[in-house]
């Protein structure tokens, strides 16, 4: 029996179609030595296009439809491929979320994954055919519907494959070669990790790293799913290995810098913290905006203060809601975080050089957040970019 092996291409490697065809040919070369389940993302920026329909519209897209709507994206990229695929003379079948047996729960626009029951995916594989599948989707048994994962949900469920089939490894190829210790695009310095553990990864995705949907490393990290990162180019393998132990013991050691470009805070009058998140809710659902992501809540004696991020379209989607409140008012000046994730982050060592740090330059941090595994400073949007600078002297 030929290994398994799950391979999720992202959208820039498929922009086009001789990028589709290129991709195939790697698929098809490869298939002779692997059995392939191939997850592919919506070509290039797809999803954004579609979303910027909805939007001219509709004020308020609903979120089922949205889903009926973003799904499409990945449904032509694993179509394209399988046609590619098949002309080289390598049988393939595409199937989408639901075809495929993702099944989710009945939320829409950032369903979980709670069961997979890959039984057409199985039979194709036999069958000697390289699977495609739709990423970012699923559907839900109880209501019957689509639903979408988030955004760069492809990664969850290339992860949630590899685990249904327990597969010898989940590859994440992209454009990039490799997990880097910043944004090439921000750090020319910034270096290729070869090496990470799923803990590192998960904080690194959860402060903002894009390479990787954070739900896809919890997952991985949850059902043992070993992780590679790597070029879609057809002949490096050299990207990033994510690792259950890694070869060292303690150290104080800087190893990756990330960042929320746009983190709003909203400020509500309401004392109670539990009821202002869930008036906060209430008021998304109705304006059929999804959650974002939560990074710190502050309770003070007549108001609630909480910090948020997500997508572009989504913070964009709150402004506008938020403009003329009566409970909820934004804070004037958007911020980011920068996260530096470390190693000993109970020692006061690195605090201490991001202090540093931060303070030569003259970058006024507004707060200072810990977790097990970083630190990370919130500043002002506008200095970003200086602050990651800065800080990458530190690895
Ligand atoms: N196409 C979706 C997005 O752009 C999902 C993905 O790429 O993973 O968010
Ligand atoms: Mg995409």
């Known amino acids: 029996m030929k290994p398994l092996i799950v391979q999720k291409y992202g959208g820039a490697t498929l922009a086009d179609p001789e990028k ?6 790697r698929v098809a070369s490869q298939s002779k030595e692997n059995s392939l389940i191939v997850v ?3 070509m290039g920026k797809t999803t954004n296009s579609l979303i910027d329909l909805a939007n001219q519209v509709s004020a308020h897209p609903q979120r089922r ?5 973003l799904t499409v994206g990945e449904r032509i ?13 390598c049988p393939a079948i595409s199937f989408t979320g639901s075809q495929a047996g993702i099944f ?15 039984m057409r995916v199985e ?40 685990a249904a089939f327990n597969a010898e490894r989940c590859e994440i190829l992209k454009d990039v070669p490799a997990v880097f210790t910043a944004d090439p695009n921000v750090v020319k310095a910034a270096k290729p990790i070869q090496e990470l553990s799923y803990d590192q990864l998960m904080d690194m995705t959860f402060w903002g790293a894009k390479v990787l949907h954070y739900r896809s490393v919890e997952l991985a990290k949850l059902r043992d799913v070993t992780l590679y990162i790597g070029p879609a180019s057809s002949k490096t393998s050299d990207g990033t290995l994510v690792k259950k132990g890694l070869n060292m013991f303690e150290s104080c050691k800087a190893l ?16 109670n913290p539990a009821k202002a998140l869930k008036d906060l809710q209430v008021l998304f659902d109705e304006k059929q905006i999804p959650f974002p992501q939560l990074l710190h809540y502050e309770m003070n004696l007549d108001k609630t203060e909480m910090l948020l991020t997500g997508p572009s379209e989504i913070i964009l ?29 109970t020692s006061p060592e690195i605090t201490q050089k991001v202090l540093n740090a931060l303070s030569e330059k003259k970058l006024e941090t507004r707060k200072l957040m810990m977790s097990a595994m970083s630190v990370t400073v919130l500043v002002d949007a506008p200095l970003r970019k200086q602050v990651i600078e800065s800080l990458h002297q530190l690895i």
């Open 20 to 25: 589709i065809k290129s991709v195939a040919a």
């Open 40 to 42: 592919v993302s919506a």
């Open 65 to 69: 439809e949205m889903d009926m709507l």
């Open 77 to 89: 990229s694993m179509s394209l491929m399988s046609m590619a695929l098949n002309d080289l003379g």
């Open 104 to 118: 989710t729960d009945d939320s829409h626009v950032n369903a979980f994954i709670k069961d997979v029951k890959p």
């Open 123 to 162: 039979e194709s594989l036999k069958t000697d055919k390289v699977v495609i599948l739709a990423g970012f989707q699923g559907v839900s048994p109880v209501t019957k519907e689509i639903t979408t994962l988030g955004r760069g949900g492809s990664d969850t469920s290339a992860v949630a494959m590899a």
């Open 256 to 271: 990756s810098l990330n960042s929320h470009e746009t983190v709003v805070g909203i400020l509500s009058k309401e004392k």
């Open 317 to 345: 989607a709150i402004k506008k809601e938020l403009q003329n409140h009566a409970q909820f008012t934004l804070l004037p000046t958007d911020f980011s975080t920068v996260t530096l994730t470390c190693t000993g982050a």
